[in-house]
T-cell receptor, first 118, second 113 residues
């Protein structure tokens, strides 16, 4: 069963506008972590933001914020004041509680390709 | 700050050849993860090592093997390469006990021709 769902394969947004990328997840664990990564055309995987399941405040990192709604199992990424350099693939990922050390692998969604229009 | 180093960055191999990908984790990181990302796909977990022992295994073909050495660097060995093995291979590292993300290397782009 899909654990991370990103329903927007592609999005086009005007420069300087805010954009919300959707992510829903499925887990029976009480403790887990949610991540967003940016992958530009160069291929590298760039960490953007992290939200722990017990964090009461929504995570923020500069222009990035995570709209965490635990009851709805959603972890949407909000980018404020979008820039041309934000054009990239964005992946939502989840890390569940491992049984042992070293089992903290990430499960990724299928990604959203964001294109910023000048 | 030092990041995860992967080598080589690009690799072209012919079918049925072997390839070895290397990963040097961030200093003091004790866990290494390998992921495979096919064209247009999301990264898929292959295998992980904690303190030089295999700790978890995902959808890694039997033709692939990996290990973590005493200096914590890791190598992914791929034999009898197939066209479908063409992908971006990521290594990530993390430190136990720290509430941090896994830090990804820049990836090795393997092309099998």
């Amino acid at each position: 069963a899909q654990k991370i769902t990103q329903t927007q394969p592609g999005m086009f947004v005007q420069e300087k506008e805010a954009v919300t990328l959707d992510c829903t997840y499925d887990t029976s664990d009480q403790s887990y972590g949610l991540f967003w990564y940016k992958q530009p055309s160069s291929g590298e995987m760039i960490f953007l933001i992290y939200q722990g399941s017990y964090d009461e405040q929504n995570a923020t990192e500069g222009r990035y914020s995570l709209n965490f709604q635990k009851a709805r199992k959603s972890a949407n990424l909000v980018i404020s004041a979008s820039q041309l350099g934000d054009s990239a693939m964005y992946f939502c990922a989840m890390r569940e509680v491992p049984a042992n050390f070293g089992n903290e692998k990430l499960t990724f969604g299928t990604g959203t390709r964001l294109t910023i229009i000048p | 700050a030092a990041g995860v180093i992967q080598s080589p960055r690009h690799l072209i191999k012919e079918k049925r050849e072997t390839a070895t990908l290397k990963c040097y984790p961030i200093p003091r990181h004790d866990t290494v993860y390998w992921y495979q990302q096919g064209p247009g796909q999301d990264p898929q977990f292959l295998i992980s090592f904690y303190e030089k022992m295999q700790s978890d295994k995902g959808s890694i073909p039997d033709r692939f093997s990996a290990q973590q050495f005493s200096d914590y660097h890791s190598e992914l060995n791929m034999s009898s390469l197939e066209l479908g093995d063409s992908a971006l291979y990521f290594c990530a590292s993390s430190a136990q006990g720290e509430n941090t993300e896994a830090f990804f290397g820049q990836g090795t782009r393997l092309t099998v021709v």
